[in-house]
């Protein structure tokens, strides 16, 4: 069994290995060749922590397993992220264990491959300005994703607390990208491509302050009543979803489905544009938006490429197991 641990896997993998693990990955759900176990959740009564593990299997790469973890509330006060998590990958023919990865890092990355791939995929090749709300710890991932994925030639970002923006405009600078702090209505007015990536419960983005043509990636609503922007927004939009099921009940098309607003059936599997199975966007005026909720099978994935690398780089622990 190998072992690849949480500090081996900065370095290890790159932008591009995410984006194509979780290219692929998406491309195999949406031929049905992949598929995500239900996933559990549970407050364990204990140290304020949410517990749980996302599990799947992807019948293309043979990756089959499970990423376990949660959110400890604490963890901050012992140096460790809040948010912690390892993904167990098994021998799809034997059930073996095959490898232990450390997932804190592959989550980050490849939350933000989701979004680089839908930007890849649904944004206006003559996109311009990236547009950033939310400037936590995630944000800086996947404004970095964005910046490889395109040429954007202005990043302008909001944020509820205005003093973090700072860690968006140092990776923009690192890029030679303008930064600029705006208010919504100017994010909305100039962005072409729009990312959120925050903890909000309530619309942030309304639908009047966007542009026709805007892209939007939602990226920050994974748990039922979380919510970025306005449901009108998103039924005003053609919609992309990593995975359907969880875009209706965790997603930022949970609120406009609820209300009565999109009807699930519209909403698209992102895969199935991967494949040409779907054309995708389908003019310059088209308001296009990717409700990415997170599955396990990008975790499987990302952390199948990083055992690769790890093995080709000499650095994986074989254990007797
Ligand atoms: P973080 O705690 O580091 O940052 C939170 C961000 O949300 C900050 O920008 C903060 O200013 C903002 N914020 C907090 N409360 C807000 C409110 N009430 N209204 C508007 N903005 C508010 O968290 P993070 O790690 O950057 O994660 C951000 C979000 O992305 C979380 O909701 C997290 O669960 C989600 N997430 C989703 C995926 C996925 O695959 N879709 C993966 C990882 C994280």
């Not at 901050?76 to 990865?101: E, P, W, Y």
């Not at 950033?132 to 030639?153: K, N, S, V, W």
């Not at 995708?280 to 690769?308: K, Y």
């Amino acid at each position: 069994m190998i072992i690849v641990p949480e500090r081996s896997i900065a370095g290890l993998l790159s932008a591009a290995d995410c984006f194509a693990a979780v290219e692929q990955v998406f491309a195999s759900m949406a031929r049905k060749s992949a598929y995500n176990f239900p996933v559990i959740r549970e407050a364990i009564g204990h140290a304020g922590a949410l517990y749980g593990f996302k599990s799947g299997f992807d019948r293309e790469s043979l990756t089959l397993g499970l990423k376990s973890g949660g959110f400890w509330p604490s963890n901050m006060t012992k140096g460790l992220t809040n948010h912690q998590s390892t993904v167990l990958l098994f021998d799809a023919d034997t059930g073996q264990c095959r490898a232990v990865i450390g997932g804190n890092l592959l989550t980050a990355l490849r939350t933000a491959a989701a979004s680089a791939i839908s930007i890849k995929y649904l944004a206006r090749d003559d996109a311009k300005v990236l547009g950033m709300i939310g400037a936590g710890h995630q944000a800086a991932f996947q404004l970095r994703a964005a910046l490889d994925q395109h040429p954007f030639e202005r990043v302008v970002g909001w944020n509820l607390h205005a003093e973090m923006l700072g860690s968006l405009g140092e990776i923009a600078a690192e890029r030679g990208v303008p930064f600029e702090a705006v208010d919504l209505d100017r994010l909305g007015a100039e962005a072409d491509v729009i990312i959120t990536i925050t903890s909000s419960f309530a619309p942030i983005l309304k639908a009047a302050q966007i542009k026709p043509g805007t892209h939007l990636a939602c990226m920050g609503s994974d748990t039922k009543g979380k919510q970025e922007v306005e449901a009108k927004l998103v039924s005003a939009a053609t919609v992309f979803a990593d995975e359907v099921a969880q875009s209706v009940t965790i997603g930022e098309a949970q609120h406009a489905v609820a209300q009565g607003l999109l009807a699930e059936v519209a909403i698209i599997e992102i895969g199935a544009v991967i494949n040409g199975t779907h054309p995708g966007r389908s003019s310059a005026e088209q308001i296009t938006l990717f409700d990415g909720t997170g599955v396990g099978l990008q975790d499987l994935a990302v952390a199948s490429a990083a055992v690769e690398r790890a093995v080709e780089a000499g650095i994986a622990f074989d254990v007797d197991f």
